[in-house]
């Protein structure tokens, strides 16, 4: 079983839809937790933190579930630029970030 | 947030040479992160280069293949070794820095092995 786990996509959404991605991980101790976001050929950029209690970010919104250990990213008014590739990250201990394999998301007009 | 830049942004190299890439950071930090992307996947740590001691190197990645030098605390090379098409890959450098250690990359770089 992968340490971090997500739904590769492709998402296709119309502009303005709402789109929510979801990430588990499998090691209980991890203690914190990220999305990434990596445009085409370019290097993954950190799009938000995420704490327990839930963060909010203009259109995006960042929740943890610990008992169940996964991790949602919710994109509201999906706009054209917001296409890109969604990586979930966690940091399980050892001595680097470990990474999901992405999430592709398409907004189109 | 620290900057980062690494170079070469891309190259195109023959089979049986090596290529090394560089990474300066505009900050002293004490661990710097070797990844590599290949196309279509995420990212798989190469090692992790400590300044003053050898590079750890994660399963399946050995030295002689990707040796790395750290002579300080804001730069590091990984150089890619003996190369073959197999080798073709988007290599990252990284620090994590921050309270929650969040990571930050060099812009990549995009070999191809012909």
């Known amino acids: 079983r992968k340490e971090v786990e997500q739904d590769p996509g492709p998402f296709n959404v119309p502009e303005g839809a709402t789109v929510a991605f979801n990430c588990t991980y499998s090691?209980?101790?991890?203690?914190?937790f990220f999305w990434y976001r990596q445009d085409c050929r370019k290097e993954p950029k950190l799009l938000m933190s995420?704490?327990?209690s839930g963060n909010e970010d203009g259109r995006f919104t960042a929740q943890l579930n610990r008992a169940s250990q996964y991790i949602s990213l919710l994109i509201r008014d999906s706009k054209l630029s917001d296409s890109a590739t969604y990586l979930c990250?966690?940091?399980?201990?050892?001595?680097?970030?470990?990474f999901g394999s992405g999430t592709r998301l398409q907004v189109q007009p | 947030s620290a900057v980062i830049s690494q170079k070469p942004s891309r190259d195109i190299c023959q089979r049986g040479t090596s290529l090394t890439i560089q990474c300066q950071v505009d900050?002293?930090?004490?661990?710097m992160f070797w990844y590599r992307q290949q196309p279509g996947q995420s990212l798989t740590l190469i090692a992790t280069?400590?300044?003053?001691?050898?590079?750890?190197?994660e399963s399946g990645f050995v030295i002689d293949k990707f040796p790395i030098s750290r002579p300080n605390l804001t730069f590091s090379t990984l150089t890619v070794s003996n190369m073959s098409p197999e080798d073709s890959s988007i290599y990252l450098c990284?620090?994590?820095?921050?309270?929650?250690?969040?990571?930050?990359f060099g812009q990549g770089t995009r070999l191809t092995v012909v």
């Open positions: 990250v966690v940091d399980t201990g050892r001595r680097a970030l470990t």
């Open positions: 995420v704490y327990s």
């Open positions: 280069a400590n300044q003053g001691s050898e590079a750890t190197y």
């Open positions: 900050s002293q930090v004490t661990m």
């Open positions: 090691n209980s101790a991890s203690q914190s």
């Open positions: 990284s620090v994590e820095e921050g309270a929650n250690t969040e990571a930050f």
